[in-house]
């Protein structure tokens, strides 16, 4: 009784949380000729219609929302920035992917079939982003009956377990996973952000399912269909992570089990390539930097000096490996789902500090 307490707690925290936390820190000097140059390359990897792809026309709605997020993490928005074009014309084509069920995306697409709730989710994140800064009123009413019609699929596409699968429950016979499930539920804290309607049982359904996703070894397990068994994933509790401390539960226990399990099992960006490691630190970041360089210490106090994490730590040792890996051309290579998904991912980390996204934001 006691965790389903907490439980709702924590879902009414990830409804209620302000959407305009404080600004955040300046990028170090250093790290902006890198930041500069990827960005550059991200943008000539933009098709003119407006979207993004990982090669051969594979996930085009979630590269485009991912890329979308990398150049509002700069702090240009729809309406003003060095990249406002480009956003524009992101949004624009994700707007345009709003099917009548709500889904953004086409499931009869190859590119998008068996995975779509990924780009759905992506989609529905970045939208969401965007719509604080919309500035005309005709595309602004447009954009407010996407999301909330997005969010509603979301919620309908929910197995009964409280998670999201790859597909819809419908579709995938109620399949669920913890990597779409985090993708949703930030999706639903960024559209609630905004203003749009967000159907509050969602949320407290999926930080149920996280719950009982949590295995005795404090990580989040694959996924709860079949019995939910096996050992915890550092990829998928680092991003149950960011979901807490997004909602400002730096104490909540089951938080701090999670961050626990993730300190001792998340290799710093530099060392030896893991399986889903861009994957990894881009949740990972975003909960370290939430953490700032005194959190360690109010979530475990007396925490022994060597084993006290911050932001400051973790950026310098991996933005300086992210440096020293970046190509000539400014994009990064050696990930599972190519350049673009890598890429827009480590842009997103090293801009942190811009504040850009309150998402992210302390």
């Given amino acids: 009784m006691r965790t389903l307490v907490a439980g709702a707690a924590f879902a009414w925290a990830l409804l209620t949380l302000p959407a305009t936390p404080l600004r955040a820190d300046e990028i170090p000097g250093k790290y902006k000729p890198a930041i500069a140059k990827g960005l550059e390359w991200l943008v000539k990897q933009q098709y003119k219609d407006g979207h993004w792809d990982a090669g051969h026309g594979q996930y085009p709605v979630t590269m485009t929302a991912m890329a979308g997020m990398a150049l509002l993490s700069e702090g240009s928005t729809i309406r003003e920035g060095k990249y406002a074009e480009n956003i524009k014309k992101a949004a624009e084509w ?39 800064e919309e500035g005309d009123r005709e595309r602004r009413k447009k954009l407010e009956d996407i999301l909330t019609r997005a969010a509603k699929f979301t919620r309908d596409a929910q197995t ?26 930030q999706a639903l804290r960024a559209a609630r952000n905004a203003g749009i309607i967000v159907p509050a049982e969602a949320i407290k359904d999926s930080i149920k399912y996280l719950e009982q996703s949590t295995g005795p070894d404090g990580g989040v397990r694959y996924s709860l269909a079949n019995g939910g068994g096996g050992a915890g994933r550092p990829a ?9 401390f997004s909602a400002g539960e ?40 939430a953490l700032g360089d005194n959190g360690y210490e109010k979530m475990f106090p007396g925490s022994k000096e060597a084993d006290k994490l911050s932001w400051k730590k973790y950026r ?22 190519g350049l673009v998904f890598i890429t827009s991912v480590y842009l997103t980390i090293m801009q942190m500090d811009n504040g850009a996204i309150p998402l992210y934001q302390r």
Avoid at 122 to 129: D, G, H, K, R, T
Avoid at 237 to 243: F, G, Q
Avoid at 316 to 337: L, N, R
Wanted: glycine share 14%; aromatic share 14%; charged share 15%.
């Fill in 316 to 337: 310098e040792t991996t933005f300086d490996a992210m440096i020293k890996s970046q190509q000539s051309d400014g994009s990064w290579t050696g990930g599972q789902v």
């Fill in 94 to 132: 994700l707007m345009s992917r709003s099917m009548p069920n709500g889904m953004l995306g086409n499931p009869n697409i190859p590119g998008e079939a068996g995975r779509y709730m990924y780009g759905h989710g992506f989609a529905l994140l970045f939208l969401s982003c965007v719509y604080g």
């Fill in 250 to 289: 730096y104490n909540n226990p089951l938080v701090k089990k999670w961050f626990q399990f993730c300190q001792t099992r998340i290799p710093l960006i530099g060392g030896a390539r893991f399986g889903h490691d861009e994957y990894t630190h881009y949740y990972y970041a975003q909960a370290l930097y």
């Fill in 160 to 185: 009964n377990r409280g998670g999201w699968g790859y597909i819809s429950a419908r579709d995938g016979n109620n399949f669920d996973e913890g990597s779409v499930t985090i993708t949703q539920v």
């Fill in 236 to 244: 998928l509790t680092a991003a149950a992570i960011s979901c807490g």
